[in-house]
């Protein structure tokens, strides 16, 4: 009898032992399978992070912390080695980036309201990212310290000789592209002539240099250094695009697109008295979820929910257009605020019409406020009345 106790004892021992060690097997490959998924595309997903945190930085060092994080295009502003089929099938916060017939597009997968980060590369678009370019330059990215070493080899760029200038070589007097011309305008720039954001300084045979001023989501005083090669852009950083299609001595070729899907958030001045169900309040102090009027495509005033707000940095040196009605409303805001019917205020003049009276005074004035602001009310139209002035928003 006490035998069989005993083997009885031996056998649920072993069990437990058994049930302790699948039960600690299945923990670990539970982990194991949770961090496969955090890792993106092969790639362990430490080595990601290193690879985005060293590229957010070096860019913010470049062009200051964008609002909303970096997009495609910021990124291939301030790193000149990355092109943009780097980000075929980059994710985004609400899209994805599309490398198609030779020009990058993007396209939004969300049905809910769109928000100004919806273009910012998500963490798994990093990883997407860094595999594409491990791809397109033939390298095996194994470790942290080779991810961070890209990072380096995108900011390198041509080295000059000691005499400031690339030695001449033969070469055609026109450089053609091997990527398909985007659509757009073209722009044809010398040494010294601007377009949009990007000062052309100088041309030389396969490759140009300039001052790229931005737009958004800083506006710049001073212009950071941009170096284009045939099929690489430069952009404002939101609506305005060009892109070097080729050089023909001593001029260069450009394409500009324009995307009006993506207005810089270039918005009210300070104290600006925005209309609402409990009297005018500063535009400063509104808040998500806020009470406004607004008016509906029947013309109707109506109450509505603000779904998002905008505080956006602008140098010093930035100008707000001042107009004046006869009878006496007045108002502040940047040249490119859009108005209820579709124009922009750069675009006022004397004896316009605006809100049902006429402009008796427009002026282009400094502007110290630090930050300009806008809204966005629930609703059809997305306007919103401004000392007492129906306007368009830039929020969407």
């Known amino acids: 009898m006490k035998n069989s106790h005993k083997i009885l004892i031996a056998v649920f021992g072993t069990i437990l032992v058994l049930s302790v060690a699948l039960g600690v097997v299945g923990f670990i490959l539970g982990l194991q399978e949770s961090r496969d998924r955090e890792d993106t595309n092969g790639i362990p997903a430490e080595i990601v992070d290193a690879f985005q945190n060293k590229l957010v930085s070096r860019g913010v060092e470049k062009q200051g912390q964008p609002i909303e994080g970096f997009d495609a295009f910021l990124l291939m502003q301030a ?5 943009e089929e780097d980000f075929d099938g980059v994710l985004a916060f609400e ?7 030779g020009q990058l597009v993007y396209e939004r997968l969300v ?3 769109i928000t100004s980060a919806e273009r910012t590369v998500s963490n798994k678009g990093y990883g997407i990212l860094l595999e594409n370019l491990s791809e397109r330059l033939g390298l095996s990215i194994q470790d942290e310290q080779a991810a961070v070493g890209l990072v380096d080899t995108l900011e390198e760029t041509v080295e000059l000789p000691p005499s400031g200038r690339p030695t001449p070589t033969p070469t055609p007097t026109s450089i053609p592209t091997s990527h398909p011309a985007p659509e757009g305008e073209e722009i044809i720039l010398q040494e010294g002539q601007r377009e949009s954001s990007f000062l052309l300084q100088n041309i030389y045979s396969d490759y140009v240099e300039g001052l790229n001023f931005g737009e958004y989501p800083l506006p710049t005083d001073g212009g950071y250094p941009v170096t284009l090669r045939v099929g690489e852009i430069v952009s404002n950083g939101c609506t305005v695009q060009l892109t070097l299609i080729r050089i023909e001595g001593d001029k260069a070729v450009f394409t500009k697109k324009t995307d009006f899907n993506r207005p ?5 001045a300070e104290n600006t008295l925005i ?3 409990s009297g005018g309040v500063a535009v400063q102090k509104l808040q998500t979820g806020d009470l406004v009027w607004t008016v509906n495509v029947a013309g109707e005033r109506i109450a509505a929910i603000v779904l998002k707000t905008a505080k956006t940095p602008v140098p010093a040196t930035h100008q707000m257009v001042h107009i004046v009605l006869a009878d006496g409303r007045e108002f502040f805001a940047s040249p490119k605020h859009p108005t209820a019917d579709g124009r922009t205020m750069d675009e006022l003049v004397l004896g316009d019409v605006l809100d049902g009276s006429s402009i008796t005074s427009v002026a282009l004035i400094p502007y110290a406020g630090g930050y300009t602001y806008d809204i966005l009310p629930s609703g059809e139209t997305g306007f919103y009345w401004a000392n007492g002035i129906l306007f368009g928003t830039t929020l969407r």
Do not use: A, M, S
Request: net charge negative; aromatic share 14%; with cysteine.
């Open 79 to 83: 790193f000149t080695g990355l092109h």
């Open 264 to 268: 810089c958030p270039i918005c009210l």
């Open 275 to 277: 209309d609402t169900p």
């Open 111 to 113: 049905t809910q309201p």
């Open 95 to 101: 899209g994805v980036y599309r490398y198609e017939g």
